[in-house]
Every structure is written in structure tokens, then in C-alpha cells.
């Protein structure tokens, strides 16, 4: 078989900022073990694969490890892709996922996913986790992904993991870590997503992890409209809002590369 492949930064406002992802459209699906194997191959945070159902799209998401429940950064590429290069005329696009529905919008130049909140709940402090994280939270939350909840953008930008220790204290919850701390400068809070336990040492914006964040600091704040931005290496910024039991995230897409690959 062949397919198109498209690589997008996400959460990006130029080429290598954001998360790249990759995004395949094919017209049937192909065995699981293949599209594992593209996945592990393109070695990316995410490779996304969109099959035409209904008026929408069935939406799937594998790491080079293992296929998870939700990715907000691929899912925005893939609407990019969509609406960019695969002729989408209508205002908004609707994904059939795991997690659900799925719609993603365009609002002017940027495009806004609808995504379920994900409300944070206390967690007893896991002073291993802390260890290997390298760092004191003041508050750990968890939803799907534990949350380390910081005093300074500065605490939570200095962390420098140790991600074999980390992954494995991760793995009997399945889960991932959110490390936050409130933002300056017009950032109202800033975060990182390490998730060694699903193969990825650290994603360099994570969509999804701003379900749990997004409702954490919008009571904390008072606010329903917040800025973020992920303080990775490559770095990225999401224009977010809390409704309730859905939360918007909104961001911009660059494109990387268009190819062809034979599987």
C-alpha cells in the first residue's frame, strides 16, 4: 500500500516551533500492527490516521509506542491538513475518536478544537515521582495524567528529569506528568508534559494535557479566557478557554513536509 504523509508543526507559528506530527488520510484502514509500525518509523510525539465516516472523519492516534485515547496537537494538524490541502470547504470538521466527537473550527487565523474537560483531583504527594522529577510541587492533581503544580515559571522550567526512574514509576498508573506554574508577560500559566511510560521522554506541546490545565487555572485565576504557553526546547502557545465540560484550545499550524510512503 501507499499513502500520503503530511508533517505539520502544531501549536506552531513558524517551522520548528510547536509539535510536529505527522498526519496520514487513507480511504479504509489498514491492520493496527501497520499503522503501529508507520508510527514507530516516523519516530514523532504522534502520528495521526483519518479514515472518511459519516459526515466526518473516524480519527486515530498512535505514538511510535502505542495508539492513546486523545492527542490535541496531532488532531489540530490534522484539521490543518484537512482545511489546507485535502479541500475541506465547510466551517468546521467533526473527528470520531476515542474520547468521543471531536470538532475543530476555524476562528480566523487560528483554529479552535472542542475537547472534554478533564477536572483535576487532589493526589497524595508522590514523593518518588517528586524525586525523579527533580522537583517540589506545592499541589499534585490527577485526572488520566498526574499534575505538578509549581510556584514559578522558573521551577518548572529548570526541571531536568530522570526519565528512566520517572517512566517507571509512571508505568503501573499509565499515566503522564503535567508540570504548571502561573505565567508572566501575558502568559496566564505555563506547563511541560514528560510521559516516558508511553515512550516519550518529553512532548514539546501537548493539547491534550490542557484539558487538565485549562480548568485548573481558569478557578485558580478567575478567568474563563486564558493564554498558555509550553515552556519546552521547541516551545508553543495556546489561546484556551473553560466551558464547563468542554474546553477550547486554539492554535496555528506550519507545515514541514509532504511525502509518500509505501507500507
Not at 18 to 26: D, I, S
Not at 31 to 49: C, H, R, S
Not at 235 to 242: E, M, N, V
Request: aromatic share 10%; proline share 6%; net charge negative.
Amino acid at each position: 500500500m501507499k499513502a500520503a504523509l503530511y508533517q505539520v508543526d502544531a501549536f506552531a507559528d513558524r517551522v520548528f516551533e510547536g509539535n510536529p506530527a505527522a498526519v496520514v488520510p487513507l480511504e479504509s484502514w489498514p491492520a493496527d500492527a501497520a499503522m503501529q509500525a508507520i508510527a514507530a518509523e516516523n519516530n514523532l510525539a504522534e502520528t495521526a490516521f483519518i479514515v472518511p465516516e459519516g459526515e466526518g472523519y473516524r480519527l486515530r492516534w498512535f505514538t511510535p509506542a502505542v495508539e492513546v485515547d486523545l492527542c490535541g496537537h496531532a488532531t489540530l494538524a490534522t484539521a490543518h491538513v484537512l482545511f489546507t490541502h485535502l479541500n475541506h470547504t465547510k466551517s468546521e470538521i467533526r473527528f470520531e475518536t476515542r474520547s468521543g466527537t471531536l470538532v475543530v473550527k476555524r476562528e480566523g487565523d487560528l483554529l479552535a478544537m472542542d475537547f472534554p474537560a478533564a477536572v483535576p483531583k487532589p493526589y497524595p504527594a508522590p514523593d518518588a515521582i517528586a524525586d525523579a522529577l527533580g522537583g517540589k510541587p506545592v499541589v499534585w492533581l490527577k485526572t488520566a495524567n498526574l499534575m505538578a503544580v509549581f510556584g514559578s515559571e522558573a521551577d518548572v522550567a529548570a526541571l531536568a528529569p530522570d526519565f528512566r526512574a520517572l517512566g517507571r514509576l509512571l508505568a503501573p498508573v499509565n499515566a503522564g506528568l503535567i508540570a504548571t506554574a502561573p505565567g508572566s508577560g501575558g502568559i496566564d500559566f505555563v506547563s511541560r508534559f514528560f510521559a516516558p511510560a508511553h515512550g516519550i521522554d518529553e512532548d514539546p506541546v501537548t493539547g491534550s494535557a490542557h484539558c487538565t490545565s485549562v480548568p485548573y487555572w481558569a478557578k485558580k485565576l478567575g478567568k474563563s479566557d486564558l493564554v498558555a504557553r509550553q515552556v519546552s526546547a521547541r516551545g508553543g502557545t495556546l489561546w484556551c478557554s473553560d466551558a464547563g465540560e468542554r474546553v477550547i484550545l486554539r492554535g496555528r499550524c506550519a507545515d514541514y513536509m509532504k511525502a509518500e510512503i509505501f507500507f
